[in-house]
């Protein structure tokens, strides 16, 4: 049986750090929104069944609106509200995908941030591979800087940065394990700092692949700046 292949794409962040009134996901790069950018980029792979927008209920009509019906996107989008939390958020875009796949561990789900635009195709196809061999990878960069551990205003110790990989998206997994992990995150009260800390903490392996340092996520004013300057060289 062949694969199905589901993109969750959260936006619900409110770009305290971008310093703007408007979302950061909804702020424009060349006169189109990043959020538009990022999911034209999933749209554009080729393989992608279905895409699920999880952003604050309060967006819907703005994002049907001005992010979505300019653009004549192709490939059926599902708008789900965003939760408390990213965790919660995840969970009910995977809820949403659980019930869009009649066979889940035939589904391959990719969860990426609404405010990566610069993802590509390469990218979602190593993930992907992986997670079909594996059931799940994500995309990590090595650390070139030395990195410091601070308590306090004192270095408490220098770490081993051979070690040490920053992690991007799109986390990629089957979806009956990643689901299956989710539960188990809010049975024992888990709270995960990305996808991929949820399936540690149950348990289940996840691969790694090297990642883009063009796959950028957009945080602060600076970053736009860099995003301006990809779009011109990318």
Do not use: W
């Amino acid at each position: 049986m062949n694969h199905r292949y589901l993109a969750i794409i959260v936006a619900g962040g409110k770009g305290l750090r971008m310093q703007s009134r408007e979302k950061k996901q909804y702020l424009k790069l060349d006169k189109i929104p990043v959020l538009t950018r990022t999911i034209t980029a999933f749209e554009s792979h080729g393989k992608i069944n279905d895409i699920i927008l999880v952003l604050p209920g309060d967006d819907r009509d703005f994002c049907r609106d001005s992010i979505l019906a300019p653009y004549g996107f192709n490939t059926p989008i599902h708008l789900v509200d965003g939760g408390t939390t990213r965790q919660d958020s995840v969970f009910n875009g995977l809820r949403k995908a659980g019930q869009l796949s009649p066979t889940l561990n035939k589904t391959i789900v990719l969860i990426h941030d609404g405010v990566r635009p610069f993802v590509d195709k390469s990218l979602m196809d190593d993930c992907i591979a992986k997670a079909v061999k594996s059931g799940g990878c994500i995309p990590v960069i090595k650390i070139t800087d030395t990195v410091k551990k601070v308590i306090g205003q004192r270095i408490a110790k220098t770490l081993d940065r051979e070690l040490l990989f920053a992690a991007q998206t799109p986390q990629v997994f089957r979806l009956d394990l990643v689901l299956s992990a989710f539960i188990n995150a809010r049975n024992t009260s888990f709270c995960g700092t990305d996808d991929a800390s949820i399936l540690e903490h149950a348990g289940l392996p996840v691969s790694v692949t090297t990642g883009s340092l063009a796959n950028i996520k957009l945080t602060t004013p600076e970053d736009l700046d860099l995003a301006r300057y990809l779009l011109k060289t990318l």
